[in-house]
């Protein structure tokens, strides 16, 4: 299994507040954001990723149960790494974000063309952003959910594929990101914009309240 990345880490000085079970750069940048030290703790990738983690979706799974069950099993896993690993014992934080949109799940797309698709889709529609955060350590785990509604404006197919054409939608659930470019796209939002970036910060911050991360 991968050690975590020293060189990844916020403060390789002083011990992390928590290990962060994630290799997305917009969640730790959000961690960054409210003064959280962390290191991550990576898991394997595709084809050999870990089974415990696999984010595929479960027949007839709606995407609230879907989104709650991968941050929980990846926090789980985690809090299982940090003993096999012998890492200094700290909480570790998980998270996972999905696309609802017409009552069907919108994970990340394959390829360009899929990307394409998606955004087609979700023109001038309003979706759903649930992103759930769960936090473990030895004794306990915790999680919370996010919901929010997000519009599109009426997309072009010339303006869809400028954006797929900037590799920007291509590791992101819905094809997008909102803090990037496809912040053009968006007329309105209801909920919580760290949440679609990927963390939403005020849950994260009452769960590591919960863990004496945060005063």
Not at 83 to 108: M, S, Y
Not at 184 to 197: R, Y
Request: net charge negative; charged share 25%; proline share 7%.
């Amino acid at each position: 299994m991968p050690e975590i990345a020293a060189s990844e880490a916020v403060d390789d000085i002083k011990a992390p507040q928590i290990y962060l079970a994630s290799r997305s750069p917009r969640r730790r940048e959000l961690l960054k954001q409210i003064g959280i030290r962390f290191r991550p703790l990576l898991f394997r990738l595709p084809p050999r990723e870990d089974p415990e983690v696999s984010e595929a979706v479960l027949p007839g799974e709606a995407a609230i149960d879907y989104v709650q069950r991968i941050a929980l099993a990846k926090a789980e896993h985690g809090r299982r790494l940090v003993t096999w690993r012998n890492l200094p014992p700290c909480p570790v934080l998980a998270a996972d974000t999905t696309i609802e949109f017409e009552g069907e799940i919108i994970g990340k797309p394959v390829d360009e063309e899929d990307a394409v698709r998606i955004l087609k889709c979700l023109s001038g529609q309003t979706h759903r952003v649930l992103t759930a955060v769960s936090v473990a350590d030895a004794a306990h785990i915790e999680s919370a959910l996010s919901i929010s509604e997000v519009r599109f404006s009426p997309l072009d197919e010339a303006g869809i594929r400028r954006y797929v054409a900037t590799g920007e939608p291509l590791d992101k659930a819905g094809a997008y990101g909102i803090q990037g470019g496809a912040g053009l796209f968006i007329q309105h939002l209801v909920g919580s914009f760290s949440g679609v970036v990927g963390l939403p910060l005020f849950e994260t911050g009452e769960l590591l309240r919960q863990f004496k991360v945060m005063p």
